[in-house]
């Protein structure tokens, strides 16, 4: 089993749908979960964190559940800007003071007008 | 805001050539990475040094060298470039203020052509 894992998409939504991405982890020792957005033939940047009570940023929310080890973003109002892969990230310390980043492999979404 | 600058962007090369990318952060972050991005593979992480003088691997190390040259530069070696070696190539900086607050830096990456 992959340590994280993500649908591929592509979810195609028209402009104005909600849209829900799901990501699994399985290293139940994960410590720290985040979601990056990266446009096509751009560098990945962070889109916010995830926390355990769960955190709203705008149209974008994410939640984290811990007992079934997934990690969920809900966009809600879709802009046709919002289109990009977006890719769960949990960060594992395997003994070391930081941890390291582990990266799904990104869900595809694209917003039609 | 200069960030993280990354070059070269674009890089053709033939078997069995080598060549460095470079890497450079104004941030004075400690942690710096370099990754691979393939299609349908995400990103996986080459080495990455953790502070100034520290390189350690990643889960994709073989055929690279890295250093760790100052606290700004980490650079990646490829010694003989194969054509598994075609990828897009990113370079990170991390800032951690404490535990789940960090935040991962990227260069624009370099799209690298093994022929």
């Known amino acids: 089993r992959k340590e994280v894992e993500q649908d591929p998409g592509p979810f195609n939504v028209p402009e104005g749908a909600t849209v829900a991405f799901n990501c699994t982890y399985s290293n139940s020792a994960s410590q720290s979960f985040f979601w990056y957005r990266q446009d096509c033939r751009k560098e990945p940047k962070l889109l916010m964190s995830v926390y355990s009570s769960g955190n709203e940023d705008g149209r974008f929310t994410a939640q984290l559940n811990r007992a079934s080890q997934y990690i969920s973003l809900l966009i809600r109002d879709s802009k046709l800007s919002d289109s990009a892969t977006y890719l769960c990230?949990?960060?594992?310390?395997?003994?070391?003071?930081?941890?390291?980043?582990?990266f799904g492999k990104g869900t595809k979404l694209s917003v039609k007008p | 805001n200069a960030g993280v600058t990354q070059t070269p962007k674009f890089q053709v090369l033939k078997t069995g050539q080598s060549m460095t990318l470079q890497c450079a952060q104004d941030?004075?972050?400690?942690?710096m990475y370099w990754y691979r991005q393939d299609p349908g593979m995400g990103l996986r992480l080459i080495y990455y040094s953790a502070s100034e003088g520290t390189t350690d691997k990643g889960e994709v190390p073989n055929g690279y060298n890295v250093s760790r040259l100052n606290k700004r530069e980490f650079s990646l070696r490829l010694e003989s470039a194969a054509p598994s070696q075609t990828s897009v190539y990113f370079c990170a900086s991390r800032e951690l203020w404490d535990r789940g607050n960090e935040k991962l830096f990227f260069g624009s990456g370099t799209q690298l052509s093994v022929l």
């Open positions: 941030m004075n972050h400690n942690s």
């Open positions: 990230v949990v960060t594992v310390n395997y003994g070391g003071s930081q941890g390291n980043l582990i």
